[in-house]
């Protein structure tokens, strides 16, 4: 098989896993870029993905140093943002939002600036858990990763842009992503050597799965709520 061939492959191969372990990237991004205006929206997207890529490669160029620096809290520390984070959009676009029939209108309240200090950090954090696997499939290759990330890129902005058109119109999307993000949050946190130890491996994935589920569900019986509310009102 030509040598050209196998690396492409590679690079195929990247890009593929990388668009894979960034769903949780997406869901954060449409969630921050959901509370701005279509104008700062656009920007946030490039903003959020291009921050992703650019830690992506400096992780990857640095993993060896980093594996070694296992006391930086700066998983945890993004975890506990996301959570933030998610309880904040949430609560902002469920209690200010004007829903009717399961859909919801956002009201544009953050600041770009905001935005992207919110995706900077969260995008440091994921971009660190998601190149270990990454660095892993390409053997450490940084160009191969580089040009991988590169090619995903679309593919992601496109999801986005996406996510955020079915967030619009229902707001079980809205809980969808919210659980995703509340899954990945309590495992960016767990993983943290300290905080590792203090439970077994296995609680920690039932806990943060417990916890995203039970997110969806309330979801699912607020949709079931507001369109019987309709339903009467219509009566």
């Not at 700062?40 to 959020?48: D, E, H, P």
């Not at 160009?143 to 996406?162: A, D, T, Y």
């Not at 920690?204 to 009102?233: C, P, Q, W």
């Given at each position: 098989?030509?040598m050209?061939?196998?690396?492409?492959?590679?690079?195929?191969?990247?890009?593929?896993?990388?668009?894979?372990?960034?769903?949780?990237?997406?869901?954060?991004i449409?969630?921050?870029?959901?509370?701005?205006?279509?104008?700062?929206?656009?920007?946030?997207?490039?903003?959020?993905?291009?921050?992703?890529?650019?830690?992506?490669?400096?992780?990857?160029?640095?993993?060896?140093?980093?594996?070694?620096?296992?006391?930086?809290?700066?998983?945890?520390?993004?975890?506990?943002?996301l959570?933030?984070?998610?309880?904040?959009?949430?609560?902002?676009?469920?209690?200010?939002?004007?829903?009717?029939?399961?859909?919801?209108?956002?009201?544009?309240?953050?600041?770009?600036?905001?935005?992207?200090?919110?995706?900077?950090?969260?995008?440091?954090?994921?971009?660190?858990?998601?190149?270990?696997?990454?660095?892993?499939?390409?053997?450490?290759?940084i160009?191969?990763?580089?040009?991988?990330?590169?090619?995903?890129?679309?593919?992601?902005?496109?999801?986005?842009?996406?996510?955020?058109?079915?967030?619009?119109?229902?707001?079980?999307?809205?809980?969808?992503c919210?659980?995703?993000?509340?899954?990945?949050?309590?495992?960016?946190?767990?993983?943290?050597?300290?905080?590792?130890?203090?439970?077994?491996?296995?609680?920690?994935?039932?806990?943060?799965?417990?916890?995203?589920?039970?997110?969806?569900?309330?979801?699912?019986?607020?949709?079931?709520?507001?369109?019987?509310?309709?339903?009467?009102?219509?009566?």
């Open positions: 098989m030509p050209f061939f196998v690396f492409m492959l590679k690079i195929l191969h990247i890009a593929v896993l990388n668009i894979i372990l960034s769903f949780d990237n997406i869901s954060v449409a969630f921050v870029a959901g509370n701005l205006n279509e104008h700062n929206r656009k920007k946030a997207y490039l903003s959020g993905f291009t921050l992703s890529l650019v830690f992506s490669i400096l992780f990857t160029s640095i993993i060896s140093i980093l594996m070694e620096i296992k006391w930086l809290p700066i998983q945890p520390l993004g975890g506990f943002l959570m933030k984070i998610t309880y904040d959009m949430l609560k902002a676009n469920t209690a200010e939002s004007e829903q009717k029939d399961g859909e919801y209108k956002v009201s544009y309240n953050m600041k770009l600036s905001t935005a992207i200090i919110k995706l900077t950090f969260i995008s440091l954090s994921l971009s660190f858990d998601n190149i270990l696997s990454i660095a892993g499939a390409a053997d450490g290759n160009k191969i990763i580089s040009l991988g990330l590169l090619l995903s890129l679309p593919v992601l902005l496109i999801s986005c842009r996406f996510f955020m058109n079915l967030m619009k119109r229902f707001i079980i999307i809205l809980y969808l919210g659980a995703v993000l509340v899954h990945t949050s309590l495992e960016m946190i767990f993983s943290y050597p300290p905080l590792f130890s203090l439970l077994p491996a296995h609680l920690h994935t039932i806990f943060s799965m417990t916890a995203s589920i039970s997110l969806l569900a309330y979801g699912m019986h607020k949709v079931k709520k507001n369109k019987n509310r309709a339903i009467e009102d219509i009566a």
